[in-house]
DNA sequence: CGTCCGTCAAGAGCGGCGCTCTCGTTTTGT
DNA sequence: ACAAAACGAGAGCGCCGCTCTTGACGGACG
């Protein structure tokens, strides 16, 4: 963590830092697919060839970028989280509501880095292990919204629904292993259907499904998971 | 429709369909980022600059599969719905589970296809006008069962759920009329709102995002439609 | 102090891509 | 029979990811 002690060090961290950043941007105007290490080697007046002392294919440039995309996302889900918590930590609908919200906004702010994270899987990509451990971070902030919320007893079920099939039961345990979603089957799969629901409605709006039909996406948006949060057994404010 | 008169127009219809044929399964192995033209153009034996004669450009190309793909998926849907319909056409519930398997069997059977009409944008490219009616087909389907549904009064609302606010009015009367969905606003914001967590789960397995952690992909896809489908109102079998 | 080895930027080059333009040839419609 | 349109082939432009070689530089050690 500290700088590194040899000059050598010190510089070669500095490359790294101002190569992820202008493939940050390439990122931002050009998608994903028109990252290009060329163009990277140009704005740094270096030839093409010597970005791979850094980075020794564009993959691994792209597994950086989605690392840093998955902690940007997950750190404003926290900061959304946190900012009502503070004050009302049993406003559990109110919560959901925000970390719903701060998915969206991040989302419009960063179009290509949500697509990176959530669209197409790049062809011939493979994700290495380390980013599936980032992108656990938004979700843990969402379940423990549900644990808390279960817990004090603020879950009010929402008319009669499908119990959670047996066949499910191990799946949710992985669920709850993996982010500490402490709540029994039924809550599990009612949250992760709506986890589901929040990803397909953003996914929409910005990928261009909902195009010259839903104009006001923030008044759907609000409302639609103001349904998804019933779903789990959120009370949610009006919007 | 009926073959061109001219031996000219004849075989020119032929080398489109094989050319689009060579696409859909290079698309299939590759992804659409794989889609070369010179691919194409090599595996049919002419040389890269021909293929301009019938497609002007990769994306117009792209828009061939982009259609093909929306009436694919159209058409399976359509199936799924007639085959419950033509026996029981008032299973409304078994209609929406059958079209949502559809939906993720087509997927699964078909996942660059999937990616390219559901992922990430491809870069650069606008969807021409013609798309957008393709991609109705499907949405028509599934518009129509909450449709009959609710004329015949199988709609159980599902508890306490916010209203849906004036501010999406005009937003749900533009899907009616787009989707010919003849349903009150409250309903229709529903139905958006199961339609985007529709897709949005098939995306999530599809891209990866469950990796590791939900396996039985069919039983947890199964419980999730039937959650959303109580969500409309609808009465799902148990799974 | 001098040597020596690892690190580095640079350049040339490979095969691939989308796309354009030209040039003969073939087919079509008149 | 002849002009016009359509066509396939070829060369070429600028881009891409990636590899290999070469020569310079600098910190560590004898």
Do not use: K
């Amino acid at each position: 963590m500290s700088a590194g002690r040899t000059a050598r060090e010190r510089v070669r961290a500095e490359l790294i830092a101002e190569i992820t950043e202008i493939a940050r941007r390439q990122l931002a105007t050009d998608g994903a697919a028109g990252l290009s290490l060329r163009a990277i080697a140009r704005e740094m007046g270096m030839v093409s060839s010597a970005i791979y002392r850094y980075f020794p294919s564009r993959d691994d440039l792209l597994t950086a970028l989605i690392i840093d995309g998955y902690n940007a996302l997950g750190a404003a889900v926290e900061r959304a989280d946190d900012a009502v918590r503070g004050d009302r930590p049993d406003a559990f609908g109110e919560r959901w509501l925000a970390v719903c919200r701060a998915v969206r906004e991040w989302a419009l702010a960063h179009p290509h880095e949500f697509a990176l994270l959530y669209g197409s899987p790049v062809p011939g990509y493979r994700a290495p292990q380390d980013t599936v451990a980032a992108a656990l971070r938004d979700t843990r902030v969402y379940a423990r919204i549900v644990t808390e919320a279960r817990a004090a007893g603020a879950l009010e079920p929402l008319g009669p629904c499908p119990p959670a099939p047996s066949a499910i039961a191990a799946d949710m345990g992985r669920i709850r292993d993996g982010v500490g979603m402490d709540v029994p089957d039924d809550v599990a799969a009612r949250a992760v259907t709506a986890w589901s629901g929040l990803f397909g409605t953003v996914s929409f709006e910005l990928f261009g499904t909902f195009n010259n039909t839903i104009m006001d996406g923030a008044a759907h948006f609000d409302h639609s998971m103001a349904l998804l949060g019933r779903l789990i057994g959120l009370e949610t404010p009006r919007t």
